[in-house]
């Protein structure tokens, strides 16, 4: 039997401030996905550029650093049919204020920065990022 396609969540530091760990965890629980790890985590400015190589140029990146190092964040691998595209829909698009209602951003967030939850946009970049946020998982 072929193993589930996984995907990396991090549930980033306004959700863990605002006490909205267990709501996000729980709407992909309800869905249907399983966790296969989780621990909070203080995200580091280098592992910050890590995770958003791509993004380390753009204008808009020296305050999303500072967003995602200033608490801590709670870092999830899920494993489901079609993982990675089902948590894309279940987080909306990424300014909350634009994010349809139903999803977590549309539903609890109201800004383009601070929206809760990043969830990996391709099967590659989830494979990336699982093992650079969890290289004590294998393969
Ligand atoms: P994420 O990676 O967090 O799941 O979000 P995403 O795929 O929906 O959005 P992406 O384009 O990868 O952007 C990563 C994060 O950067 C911030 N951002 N700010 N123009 C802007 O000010 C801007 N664009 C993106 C957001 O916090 C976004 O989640
Ligand atoms: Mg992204």
Known sequence: MTELPRTF???KPDAVRRGLV???????????LTIVALKQVQVTPELADEHYAEHVERDFYPPLRTFIT???SVAVVLAGDEVVEAVRLLNGATDGRKAAPGTIRGDLSLSNRENLVHGSDSAESAAREIALWFPELEG
């Open 22 to 32: 267990g709501e996000v965890l729980s709407r992909f629980e309800r869905k249907g």
């Open 9 to 11: 969540v991090l549930i």
């Open 70 to 72: 200033s608490g801590p």
